[in-house]
């Protein structure tokens, strides 16, 4: 949230190599440390989207694959991406009849980026495809979050992996709602518009948008402080988290996101023509955050997973 307010791509960056560094969590002691010990500004980074393929081999898995939206991957050490398990030819299933998606990690040198990230928000991301052929990659240094345990116990390992990143991805939005705000209240203090004998601040509309993207902010900030705590508090005294909870961090990264990005809108209104310019720094936060609402993790479908749970029918809560 505070590098956002700076600069939403260095944000983003940041949440997504926190998340990453999870998985040694998961890996073998020996692995994790070989991993993330050595060099402790070691960053990690790729894709849980299982996108590629890895061919179970004596002591490992071939893995071929290619993935998108590789966030900061010029500036990691190792990668990751998840991949469709395949034994004796087909794909290891779970009891519901999907795959398993399991996550390789690799060396960054082991992988090709391919320049694709020419978007038009979070463009300093550096989010390009990254691609490996027939890798082999030691056992190891395979693993699925969604049926394995961590490794290492801790309340932060209770958390699902996804939902960390669904609040990383929201914290972004914070910092981007607030950097907006902050933006528009200096542009109303020294802007008149033309035809007009008022500065944009006296002007009634202007105070009307700026309270709604304080509220809309100031509102979707405490629910998701108030889910985390919650959530940090179960995962210290009981070692696990419930679905509830579960549910809750994901809802309020979802909630927080979308009221972000209408605060942003306000304040990128309420900016008139100077909005569009690009030295408007309102142009980049509404860029960068309609880029960050397109993010699976806190996207409009989550809300049919948590109103599911919420009315207590059968539902699908891997992704949670």
């Known amino acids: 949230e505070e590098v956002s307010k700076v600069d939403a791509s260095a944000g983003w960056c940041v949440a997504i190599g926190a998340t990453s560094g999870l998985l040694s969590a998961w890996l073998p002691e ?45 500036h990691c050490g190792w990668l990751m991406g998840g991949c469709v398990v395949l034994e004796d030819g087909k794909p290891r299933l779970l009891p519901r009849g999907l ?18 990230w020419t978007v038009s928000g979070l463009c300093g991301t550096g989010s390009h495809d990254i691609e490996v052929s027939d890798l082999f990659v ?4 395979v693993v699925s979050i969604v049926t394995q345990p961590p490794v290492q116990p801790g309340p932060l390992y209770a958390f699902p992996v996804f939902g960390v990143l669904a609040m990383g991805i929201a914290g972004v939005g914070l910092g981007i709602a607030r950097a907006a705000i902050d933006a528009l209240v200096n542009l109303a203090a020294a802007k008149t518009p033309t035809g007009s004998q ?20 100031r509102s979707g900030r405490a629910f998701l402080f108030e889910a985390a705590e919650e959530t940090w508090r179960e995962a210290v005294e009981q070692g696990t988290i ?15 996101a979308a009221v972000c990005a209408q605060a942003v809108d306000l304040m990128y209104d309420a900016g008139g023509g100077s909005s569009i310019y690009a030295t408007s720094p309102l142009q980049r936060h509404f860029r960068d955050v309609h880029v960050l609402t397109q993010h699976r993790m806190v996207a409009p479908p989550t809300y ?9 029918l059968d539902t699908d809560v891997s992704m949670i």
């Open 30 to 74: 020996e692995e994790a440390r070989r991993i993330y010990g050595i060099d402790p500004l070691t960053i990690s980074g790729g894709v849980f989207a299982p996108q590629g393929k890895a061919t179970v081999v004596p002591g490992g898995y071939r893995v071929t694959g290619r993935w998108a939206f590789a966030s900061g991957c010029g």
């Open 99 to 116: 795959p398993d998606p399991h996550l390789v990690l690799f060396p960054a040198s082991d992988a090709r980026v391919i320049d694709t």
């Open 138 to 141: 030691p056992e190891g240094r």
């Open 198 to 217: 008022k500065r944009l601040a006296d002007r009634p509309a202007t105070q009307t948008q700026v309270s709604r993207a304080e509220a809309l902010l």
């Open 242 to 256: 419930g679905t509830e909870k579960r549910a809750l961090c994901r809802l309020a990264a979802t909630n927080a």
């Open 304 to 312: 049919e997973i948590t109103g599911r749970l919420f009315l207590g």
